[in-house]
């Protein structure tokens, strides 16, 4: 056994006192274990795939079966309803708060007329729901795509479809990293990367003057794919948005500290609102600081409807760098001035005051982490105990390191005791890491840079249908793999799942599709 | 009659408002910007490239080794640098850069895992990493109370196989530290040393301990600099010497502070060298956007040092220093001590 000394050695004669077991480290005895050379099939079996891929190498002799996605869980475990104190209306009235705000969230906006008024000129959807759709209200895109159907259906119907949007691919913005050129080529010194929305309200009955197709171009969606000068984003679900703000930058920062304390080569750091300098964390770079601003610029800039915390009808971002914003004969179609939503004085009940940006924002607020616990995928239930082993190894393989199964509780909260000072159990630090080449989509956020995301908070993923901030897989295990690549933080981390058997690779993976 | 006139009115205001909507001049379609209806792919837009970049690492000239400019040339692992030259294990490669340096300054040097060609019962990783000790916002002043840090305040995932020790590396000291993952039956094999101010840590881990034991020897033949040491890694002899908080105080004889117009909310660490006279020679902006670094790097241009001497006689000095939004390192405590 080896003599460990204790000493205190600032001096070089320290050293005559170290042992020396080096060359031929004395490595204790119970280094020395034997391992599990062969991944052995245990606990649940992992679906008709894999045990017909089991059967097949067996014969084959010559590999082992790979662990597989199970894929989405099996019904929804009860996602999407509200906080526990919110059910329980305490305070009394909240729950009036975030059932009025469910019931925006899937309001259908036209452009005017009628009490939903406001859509467009330029949009991406009609619902907060249409895209917040999986596998409950307020969650992300869904199996079958609804923009795919919005150049056929009346809610854009003088639209040429992008090529990227289809019937069951996922559910999509699209941004531009660059500028064009006016020659058409990609201005490589001019960084764009806002928001170009997919559809115009031209050609609809409701668009009054802005009918000329001429007068409102769509981007040229076409050429920018032709010339790889266009990202995606996928809409992020929104379960559980109250506890992450209501997190202090204190324990963020703490938590942040503590996470240096890793032997994976991972460092993150955070984004900030450009106001006063404070931590932001909603979005797929984090750049907005607070529910109220998600919900704010989602509506003005996914639907087009200019509300009290972003003003005005937005332009395109080359329309304002050309100095021109919309045409005039585009504003102002709901015929209501500005904002067009905006707080109802008169109205009742007390909920009915509020403007719709503000009822988001409580909807999210309000709206529960999804459940946890034993689940069934694949048709089969899997059990807590699986599940459990496949958190530890999530853990011990350093996927924690980010995507922290909880960053610390929250603060006292003035809306209601579900929110406060409890855990929250997001799996992320919502820092913003390096996530290297494979991930980048040269688009600058705050203090993002192109290839920096937030550690995307992991509730929900059993039910999510397409991974990653652009939506580009539904599979797990490619969603890993794309982890790796030059510049990222989560290289050496996704080689320790891979240095896993192909069991403890099943168990993380059951694990995710369990949350 | 008046009610005739008003509907009159009326209408006609109507006509005239649509007749104005019909004809407000609507803008030509647009070329350029979001726009572009004359496709000429002069050059695609590259995948897997970082065009965009956030807060980066970038230094005052290009001559001065950087940490984090090291290389892997014909299966030898060379940091200028650190002094360190690695011929890697048969088999091993690199197949993925590192990300750049962090805010806390911390270097991945190299992360290595087996080819395809690599036979064994189980695969593994071997990471090296440099953690600048002067920035880091973890409690610790050098390689070994970061080591120990890190055997106090690991997770409950993993078990302790080793305690922090004494050992050589390549005839260097380091310190050896080992733990493992019951449930995931991984090890990893922790060696720790610190050159010039910044802790090395090569970070090994496999299923297979036979893998990780014959490693930890095959990193015998690692060469590194004489001043290596878990506890006394300070620069001197082929480098200029480290000093932390060097750029305070009383050693500062003038100095202008730099004035964020653009970014400014991110936390901005600066290693510099003060030459044999006092100024500048040498800016190394771990972490930061193009404006930061400019108007750093014009301020400390004007800086001026008591020149930093060793044994009666002027030597260059390197230190660390933390612009913009810094925090303030969490002194919890130190550790120099070995225990079983």
Redesign the interface.
């Given at each position: 056994m080896?003599r460990?000394?204790?000493?205190?050695?600032?001096a070089?004669e320290a050293?005559q006192?170290?042992?020396r077991?080096?060359?031929?480290?004395q490595?204790?005895e119970?280094?020395?274990?034997s391992?599990?050379?062969k991944p052995v099939l245990r606990g649940r079996v992992v679906g008709t795939a894999s045990v017909l891929a089991a059967v097949t190498l067996f014969f084959a002799g010559t590999a082992f079966p790979q662990a597989v996605d199970p894929g989405v869980q099996s019904g929804s475990r009860g996602t999407g309803a509200a906080l526990s104190s919110v059910q329980a209306n305490s305070p009394s009235g909240i729950l009036a708060f975030f059932t009025d705000g469910q019931a925006r969230f899937q309001e259908v906006e036209v452009v005017s007329g009628g009490t939903n008024n406001g859509l467009g000129p330029r949009f991406n959807s009609n619902q907060c729901s249409s895209c917040h759709a999986q596998p409950a209200v307020g969650g992300s895109g869904a199996a079958t795509n609804p923009q795919f159907e919005f150049t056929s259906n009346g809610v854009a119907p003088g639209n040429t479809l992008p090529s990227f949007i289809t019937a069951t691919g996922p559910t999509r913005e699209a941004r531009?990293?660059?500028?064009?050129?006016?020659?058409?080529?990609?201005?490589?010194n001019s960084?764009?990367?806002g928001v170009?929305d997919l559809f115009t309200v031209t050609g609809r009955s409701d668009a009054?003057?802005c009918n000329?197709p001429?007068?409102l171009?769509q981007?040229?969606f076409a050429?920018?794919v032709?010339?790889?000068?266009v990202i995606y984003r996928i809409p992020t679900p929104t379960y559980g948005g109250g506890l992450i703000e209501n997190l202090d930058d204190s324990t963020l920062?703490d938590n942040q500290?503590?996470n240096?304390?890793n032997?994976?080569?991972i460092?993150?750091?955070f984004n900030?609102?450009?106001n006063d300098?404070t931590i932001s964390r909603f979005g797929w770079k984090a750049q907005n600081k607070s529910l109220h601003i998600f919900a704010g610029e989602a509506y003005n800039v996914e639907m087009g409807i200019s509300n009290e915390l972003f003003p005005q009808d937005r332009p395109?971002?080359?329309?304002d760098?050309?100095g021109?914003g919309l045409?005039?004969?585009c504003l102002n179609l709901s015929g209501t001035g500005y904002p067009e939503d905006t707080s109802n004085p008169a109205a009742t009940p007390n909920s009915a005051v509020l403007d719709d940006v503000s009822a988001f924002a409580n909807f999210m607020r309000f709206l529960a982490p999804p459940p946890t616990g034993s689940v069934v995928l694949n048709g089969q239930q899997v059990s807590s105990t699986t599940i459990a082993?496949g958190a530890?190894?999530f853990?011990?393989?350093g996927c924690a390191t980010c995507h922290n199964p909880s960053a610390g509780n929250t603060q006292v909260s003035n809306f209601t005791s579900s929110l406060s000072q409890v855990p929250v159990p997001a799996y992320s630090d919502l820092e913003?890491?390096?996530m290297?080449?494979?991930l980048?989509d040269?688009?600058?956020q705050g203090?993002?840079?192109?290839?920096?995301f937030r550690t995307a908070p992991l509730w929900g993923l059993g039910q999510r249908i397409f991974l990653l901030h652009d939506g580009r897989t539904t599979n797990l295990i490619t969603a890993i793999q794309d982890h790796?690549?030059?510049?990222?933080?989560a290289?050496?981390v996704e080689?320790?799942f891979?240095?896993?058997?192909t069991t403890?690779q099943q168990e993380i993976l059951d694990f995710l599709r369990s949350l | 009659m008046f009610s005739r006139l008003v509907w009159a009115v009326a209408v006609l205001a109507s006509v005239i408002a649509a007749a104005a909507q019909s004809t407000v001049p609507q803008s030509p379609p647009k070329n350029g910007g979001d726009f572009a209806s004359d496709p000429k792919v002069l050059k695609k837009v590259p995948s897997g490239v970082i065009l965009v970049k956030g807060a980066w690492a970038s230094a005052s000239d290009s001559v001065t080794p950087l940490p984090e400019g090291g290389a892997i040339t014909n299966g030898v692992l060379t940091n200028q640098y650190f002094g360190i030259s690695y011929a890697l294990p048969p088999n091993w490669t690199e197949k993925y850069e590192g990300p750049p340096p962090s805010e806390s300054g911390l270097y991945v040097l190299a992360q290595l895992s087996p080819t395809e060609a690599f036979k064994g019962p189980a695969r593994g990783t071997i990471l090296m990493t440099a953690q600048d000790m002067f920035l880091t916002p973890l409690p610790a002043k050098n390689a070994l109370e970061l080591v120990n840090f890190s055997r106090k305040h690991l997770q409950a995932d993993y078990q302790v196989e080793m305690a922090p020790t004494f050992t050589k590396i390549g005839g260097r000291p380091f310190t050896f530290f080992a733990y493992w993952s019951p449930v995931a039956q991984l090890h990893w094999y922790v060696l720790n040393t610190e050159i010039r101010c910044h802790a090395i840590e090569i970070v090994l881990s496999s299923r297979d301990t036979k893998l990780l034991e014959n490693l930890t020897l095959d990193l015998n033949k690692m060469k590194l600099p004489d001043g290596a040491s878990p506890t006394e890694g300070n620069g001197g002899g082929e480098f200029p010497v480290c000093v932390k908080d060097y750029a305070e105080g009383d050693n500062v004889l003038a100095h202008v502070d730099p004035v964020f117009t653009g970014h400014r909310f991110n936390s901005v660490p600066v290693r510099i060298i003060i030459d044999k006279e006092g100024k500048i020679k040498h800016v190394h902006y771990l972490s930061a956007f193009p404006d930061q670094a400019k108007v750093i790097g014009d301020a400390l241009a004007q800086w001026r040092f008591r020149p930093y001497q060793k044994d009666g006689k002027p030597v260059e000095v390197e230190t660390g220093i933390m612009f913009g939004m810094a925090r303030t390192p969490a002194r919890r405590h130190t550790d120099n001590s070995m225990t079983e």
């Amino acid at each position: 056994m080896l003599r460990l000394v204790q000493c205190t050695p600032p001096a070089g004669e320290a050293r005559q006192h170290f042992p020396r077991f080096f060359p031929g480290i004395q490595f204790p005895e119970n280094l020395n274990r034997s391992i599990e050379n062969k991944p052995v099939l245990r606990g649940r079996v992992v679906g008709t795939a894999s045990v017909l891929a089991a059967v097949t190498l067996f014969f084959a002799g010559t590999a082992f079966p790979q662990a597989v996605d199970p894929g989405v869980q099996s019904g929804s475990r009860g996602t999407g309803a509200a906080l526990s104190s919110v059910q329980a209306n305490s305070p009394s009235g909240i729950l009036a708060f975030f059932t009025d705000g469910q019931a925006r969230f899937q309001e259908v906006e036209v452009v005017s007329g009628g009490t939903n008024n406001g859509l467009g000129p330029r949009f991406n959807s009609n619902q907060c729901s249409s895209c917040h759709a999986q596998p409950a209200v307020g969650g992300s895109g869904a199996a079958t795509n609804p923009q795919f159907e919005f150049t056929s259906n009346g809610v854009a119907p003088g639209n040429t479809l992008p090529s990227f949007i289809t019937a069951t691919g996922p559910t999509r913005e699209a941004r531009f990293p660059f500028f064009f050129n006016s020659n058409g080529s990609v201005n490589f010194n001019s960084p764009n990367g806002g928001v170009e929305d997919l559809f115009t309200v031209t050609g609809r009955s409701d668009a009054g003057s802005c009918n000329n197709p001429n007068a409102l171009p769509q981007p040229s969606f076409a050429i920018a794919v032709a010339e790889n000068n266009v990202i995606y984003r996928i809409p992020t679900p929104t379960y559980g948005g109250g506890l992450i703000e209501n997190l202090d930058d204190s324990t963020l920062l703490d938590n942040q500290v503590n996470n240096l304390n890793n032997h994976f080569g991972i460092a993150g750091t955070f984004n900030h609102n450009g106001n006063d300098g404070t931590i932001s964390r909603f979005g797929w770079k984090a750049q907005n600081k607070s529910l109220h601003i998600f919900a704010g610029e989602a509506y003005n800039v996914e639907m087009g409807i200019s509300n009290e915390l972003f003003p005005q009808d937005r332009p395109l971002p080359g329309e304002d760098q050309q100095g021109l914003g919309l045409t005039p004969g585009c504003l102002n179609l709901s015929g209501t001035g500005y904002p067009e939503d905006t707080s109802n004085p008169a109205a009742t009940p007390n909920s009915a005051v509020l403007d719709d940006v503000s009822a988001f924002a409580n909807f999210m607020r309000f709206l529960a982490p999804p459940p946890t616990g034993s689940v069934v995928l694949n048709g089969q239930q899997v059990s807590s105990t699986t599940i459990a082993a496949g958190a530890s190894l999530f853990s011990s393989i350093g996927c924690a390191t980010c995507h922290n199964p909880s960053a610390g509780n929250t603060q006292v909260s003035n809306f209601t005791s579900s929110l406060s000072q409890v855990p929250v159990p997001a799996y992320s630090d919502l820092e913003i890491h390096n996530m290297g080449t494979e991930l980048a989509d040269n688009v600058s956020q705050g203090t993002a840079g192109g290839d920096q995301f937030r550690t995307a908070p992991l509730w929900g993923l059993g039910q999510r249908i397409f991974l990653l901030h652009d939506g580009r897989t539904t599979n797990l295990i490619t969603a890993i793999q794309d982890h790796a690549s030059h510049n990222s933080e989560a290289t050496n981390v996704e080689e320790e799942f891979f240095n896993l058997n192909t069991t403890q690779q099943q168990e993380i993976l059951d694990f995710l599709r369990s949350l | 009659m008046f009610s005739r006139l008003v509907w009159a009115v009326a209408v006609l205001a109507s006509v005239i408002a649509a007749a104005a909507q019909s004809t407000v001049p609507q803008s030509p379609p647009k070329n350029g910007g979001d726009f572009a209806s004359d496709p000429k792919v002069l050059k695609k837009v590259p995948s897997g490239v970082i065009l965009v970049k956030g807060a980066w690492a970038s230094a005052s000239d290009s001559v001065t080794p950087l940490p984090e400019g090291g290389a892997i040339t014909n299966g030898v692992l060379t940091n200028q640098y650190f002094g360190i030259s690695y011929a890697l294990p048969p088999n091993w490669t690199e197949k993925y850069e590192g990300p750049p340096p962090s805010e806390s300054g911390l270097y991945v040097l190299a992360q290595l895992s087996p080819t395809e060609a690599f036979k064994g019962p189980a695969r593994g990783t071997i990471l090296m990493t440099a953690q600048d000790m002067f920035l880091t916002p973890l409690p610790a002043k050098n390689a070994l109370e970061l080591v120990n840090f890190s055997r106090k305040h690991l997770q409950a995932d993993y078990q302790v196989e080793m305690a922090p020790t004494f050992t050589k590396i390549g005839g260097r000291p380091f310190t050896f530290f080992a733990y493992w993952s019951p449930v995931a039956q991984l090890h990893w094999y922790v060696l720790n040393t610190e050159i010039r101010c910044h802790a090395i840590e090569i970070v090994l881990s496999s299923r297979d301990t036979k893998l990780l034991e014959n490693l930890t020897l095959d990193l015998n033949k690692m060469k590194l600099p004489d001043g290596a040491s878990p506890t006394e890694g300070n620069g001197g002899g082929e480098f200029p010497v480290c000093v932390k908080d060097y750029a305070e105080g009383d050693n500062v004889l003038a100095h202008v502070d730099p004035v964020f117009t653009g970014h400014r909310f991110n936390s901005v660490p600066v290693r510099i060298i003060i030459d044999k006279e006092g100024k500048i020679k040498h800016v190394h902006y771990l972490s930061a956007f193009p404006d930061q670094a400019k108007v750093i790097g014009d301020a400390l241009a004007q800086w001026r040092f008591r020149p930093y001497q060793k044994d009666g006689k002027p030597v260059e000095v390197e230190t660390g220093i933390m612009f913009g939004m810094a925090r303030t390192p969490a002194r919890r405590h130190t550790d120099n001590s070995m225990t079983e």
